[in-house]
Each structure stands twice: as C-alpha cells, then as structure tokens.
C-alpha cells in the first residue's frame, strides 16, 4: 500500500535521458554482432525491433474502463533514444564488427553490406582474458599486466577513453563474452576487501568477466550478465554495486528451450498436471557451442538450465504432481547448424487418476536472434534504473534471465508470467502511474 500510494503520488522517478548512451560489451561475437548491427538496421528503417520491449511493447496503465489505455512503454518510462546510442567492447579477437558479423554466419550477407562501413568502424579494444576459463579459445588481443587489480584499472582507463571519444553521457556494460568455467561462490567473493584483496593476489577464483564486472560497478556503470558464469552474482560485487550506485542483473540470457520451458511449465502447473520427466537436448553449431563442448565450461551452463524447472514446480508443496520428477538437460556442438540451435523436448506429464501422456517440443530457433533484443533491453532499461537511482540487483530484469540474481534471502523467480507482472509494475513504479493488482474493478479501493 505504501509503494501504490508513494507511485500515486510520484511524477516518475527518472530523469529525462539526455545526449548519448554508449553500450560497452566485453565479448563481440555472434550475439554482440547481431545486437549491434540489428540497431544499425532499425535506424536505417532497413527491419523491425522484433522481440524489443523497449522498441514494441505496450502495457496497461490505470483501469480497464472507458478507454483502452496500452500505451508503448517508452510512453510510461523515459527511455533512451535507440538513434542515441553508440556501441564500443573487448574482445580476444582484432576482427572488425563487419568482420566478426560476416564469422558470426547469423546476419544475411546482404543485409551486413548495407551497413558495413559503420559496422567497420568499430573495431574491439584489447581483452581481459585466460585460456584457463575458455579453454577452447585462444586469444591474440589480449591485455598483460602484473597482476588482475591492474587488469581491471586497464579497463576502466579503456571506459573512461570510450566516453571521452564517443562524447556519452552515460554508459551500460552487458557481458556478451562466452561462458567461464564453473566456479563456485567462495571466501574471496564474500567482501569488497577479499575481493580487492583477491586482485591484487591474482586470485584464481576471480575470472575474466568478474574483472570487467568489478570495473564498470566500480566506476557505477550498470552491469549485465548474458552468460551462466558468476560475473556480477557474487555478495562482494553486489555490495560494490549498492555502495556505487550502479543497477546490475544476471545471469544468463533466457532464449531458446529455457525460454519456453518457463512459458509451458507455469501452464501445466496452473492446471494442476503432473510431471513425471523432461529431457531436453539441443544441438547447435556456433562458438558458443564449441565452449560449452569443454565440460567445464558445459557445467557452469548445465547449472544454469536446470534451476529453473525445481523453483517454477515446487515439488516439496505439490509432491503428487512433481515429486522425483526427472530432468535432464544436454547440449552436443553439432558444427552443420551454425547459430541456429535445435532444442528438442520431451515432457511426461500425467493428468486425471495419474493417466500418463507427452508432449514434444522442437524448437529450431536462431540463437542470437533470441539473445539481440535480450541485450538491447536490457541495456536500455538499466539506463532506466540508473538514472531511476536504483542500484544493485534490478530482479523486475529477472524477465530476461535464464538463472536470475535474487537478493540475499530470497528465491529466484523463473515463471515468465510473474516475471512480466513484476517488470511492468516496477515500470508503473518508476513512471509515477498506479500499480495494478489484478483485483477487478467489485473489490478496488
Ligand atoms: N541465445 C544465445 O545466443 C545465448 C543465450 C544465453 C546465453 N548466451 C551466452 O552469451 C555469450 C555470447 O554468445 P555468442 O553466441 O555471442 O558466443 P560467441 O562465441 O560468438 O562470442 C563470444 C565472444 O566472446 C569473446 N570472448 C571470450 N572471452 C572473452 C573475454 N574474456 N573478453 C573479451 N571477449 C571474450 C570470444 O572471443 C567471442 O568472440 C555466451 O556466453 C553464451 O553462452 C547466448
């Protein structure tokens, strides 16, 4: 009640943006490219922002009486100008955004030639990176320094220049880089200090991306993170975010089979259907699917996957429906696919008196098709929530997100029904309007 009536009265929390926004993404592969050039064509007028909140989506505001209020959201939320806004990163690799889009194989070549000579222009600067994490990968553009304090401070010199060039007003980092190794949360993450600490030790628990992450907090710059690994999901980091003021979400963009198994799982457990089993496999032929070929690399993803379908089910309450239920999760590097991704899946599921049928799903879906419109909205809605004064963990982005960062205490939410009520409340919030409990119009107040 307090939060309806502090947004009632509420002119909206955000500041009107102002001049250029610059997306910085450590990571310029198949999914970076893509983002990028996809802005690129929605400028020229050459495609549509397809799957973009921010670019297509309405949502209702007030009640549902005399006329129909949906307005789009930038409507209800001062959002970046997507003509506003500049592109820079890091990447292992010298290649070239054009270059890198015509490797990445997911753009039609006609469509690249068209904005080659922007796409050419922005060229990677020099990675944070070890081979002990991707070990499928080998870097020639990479950063040397004597120790990982210093790889960091190289890094914000790199944004600092960015911005300078670029003439921004603001910035947004999204990780965009390819999956870690597993590491699991250990002392070294726990404090501001160990972490620091951990820096200047060369702590092997700290990674690449924990080290760009460190640096765009540390100069309140949001943070996102596309990939399962740690990164920003870390208490040291989270704390740094709240001390700085930068708005950060993770982990691990919601895409193909997660995407869908967090719209169907919801259906079946809101009619009251069993689940006996649910094997999912995909195959898929990009780099990103030679990484996750390693099983350490595969593993920090696995993990990532598997959450979901526990929380959404919750087999403790509802044992008759879930209890024991089975489920499994591969991913095989199948080189003839490219970028697009076949994910299969077969679900037992039981209904009236326990009686058993299935359902199969194939979804041959383009993967950074999915991911683009993830990392672009992203970016613009925590530009929103920066300039909003909110920091550390933006969980209304958990939306977006296949292993989503909840804070301290409290579980995640995968449902992407109660995901997307979340997010357009917390957009109500910020924009100053009414939040909407659904209760109908015999019971409001
Ligand atoms: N649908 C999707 O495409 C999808 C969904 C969820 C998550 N992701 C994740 O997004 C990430 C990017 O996917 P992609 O398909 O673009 O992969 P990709 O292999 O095409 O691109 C990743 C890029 O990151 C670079 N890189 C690796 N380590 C780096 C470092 N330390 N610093 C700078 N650059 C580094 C690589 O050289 C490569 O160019 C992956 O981690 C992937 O798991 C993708």
Redesign the pocket.
């Known amino acids: 009640m307090a939060a309806k009536r502090a947004a009632k009265k509420s002119k909206g929390l955000a500041s009107k943006p102002k001049g250029k926004l610059g997306i910085l993404t450590?990571?310029?592969?198949?999914?970076?490219?893509t983002f990028i050039a996809g802005v690129m064509a929605i400028n020229k007028g050459l495609a549509n922002p397809v799957g973009s909140l921010t670019q297509m989506g309405r949502m209702r505001i007030g009640k549902r009486t005399n006329s129909k209020k949906l307005p789009k959201m930038d409507q209800v939320v001062p959002l970046q100008d997507l003509k506003k806004v500049v592109f820079g990163?890091?990447?292992?690799?010298k290649d070239n955004m054009y270059e890198?889009a015509v490797h990445?194989d997911v753009l039609e070549p006609a469509l690249l030639s068209k904005l080659k000579a922007p796409l050419s222009k922005i060229k990677?600067m020099k990675?944070?990176?070890?081979k002990n994490?991707?070990k499928k990968?080998n870097?020639t553009h990479v950063k040397k320094a004597k120790n990982k304090m210093d790889l960091a401070k190289a890094v914000m010199a790199d944004i600092k220049k960015f911005k300078k060039t670029n003439n921004c007003d603001r910035l947004v980092m999204v990780?965009?880089?390819?999956?870690?190794i597993y590491i699991e949360e250990a002392a070294v993450h726990k404090t501001i200090a160990a972490f620091e600490k951990g820096l200047e030790k060369n702590s092997k628990l700290i990674a690449?991306?924990m080290i760009?992450a460190y640096a765009a907090i540390k100069m309140g710059i949001p943070y996102a993170n596309?990939?399962?690994?740690l990164s920003c999901d870390v208490p040291a980091l989270v704390e740094l975010a709240k001390q700085t003021g930068a708005p950060i979400a993770g982990k691990?963009?919601?895409?193909?089979q997660t995407l869908m198994k967090t719209i169907l799982a919801p259906g079946f457990k809101a009619r009251a259907l069993g689940i006996e089993g649910w094997f999912s496999t995909n195959i898929l032929g990009?780099?990103?699917g030679?990484?996750?070929d390693d099983p350490d690399n595969f593993k920090t993803?696995e993990v990532s996957k598997l959450g979901v379908l526990e929380q959404i089910l919750e087999p403790e309450l509802y044992p008759e429906l879930y209890k024991d239920f089975y489920h499994k999760v591969r991913i095989n590097y199948y080189p003839p696919r490219g970028?697009n991704?076949e994910g299969w899946d077969n679900i037992d599921i039981k209904g009236w008196l326990d009686y058993p049928m299935q359902i199969k799903v194939d979804f041959l879906c383009r993967?950074?098709i999915?991911?683009a419109p993830i990392v672009l909205d992203l970016a613009i809605f925590l530009d929103l929530a920066k300039r909003a004064g909110m920091s550390g963990i933006q969980e209304w982005l958990s939306f977006y997100l296949?292993s989503p960062q909840a804070p301290e205490g409290r579980y995640p939410i995968h449902d992407i029904f109660k995901q997307l009520a979340k997010l357009e409340n917390t957009l109500r919030y910020i924009g100053g309007h009414e939040l909407i409990n659904h209760l109908g119009q015999d019971y409001e107040e």
């Open positions: 450590p990571g310029m592969g198949a999914v970076a490219t990163g890091w990447d292992i690799f890198a990445a990677p990675a944070v990176f070890d994490y991707v990968l870097g990780w965009c880089g390819s999956t870690e690449p991306s760009y596309g990939a399962p690994n691990d963009f919601k895409t193909g990009n780099r990103d030679e990484v996750l993803k970028d991704k993967d950074s999915l991911a296949k």
